[in-house]
């Protein structure tokens, strides 16, 4: 398989409120921690098979601050 058919294998959408994405099996979510609010990546597959990336904002709480 070409690397162009590859890319198109997945799409990218950045999330929206009330937006409800067909969710069957995550594959990845990164960063695992953080700090505050950061972005996120989600890889994941659609019951259909197909493979997608959300991303989005979300409040980490796992700091490890040195005072």
Known sequence: ???IAMIRQWS??????GMR???AKIISVVPEF????VPVRMRYLE???A?????YRSE?????RIM
Do not use: F
Request: charged content about 20%.
């Open 47 to 49: 019951s259909s098979g």
């Open 51 to 55: 493979e997608q990336t959300i991303e």
């Open 21 to 23: 994405p067909d969710i």
């Open 60 to 64: 980490r709480a796992c700091c490890s």
């Open 1 to 3: 398989m070409g690397r």
């Open 12 to 17: 990218r959408h950045n999330y929206h409120y």
């Open 34 to 37: 953080g700090c505050g609010v």
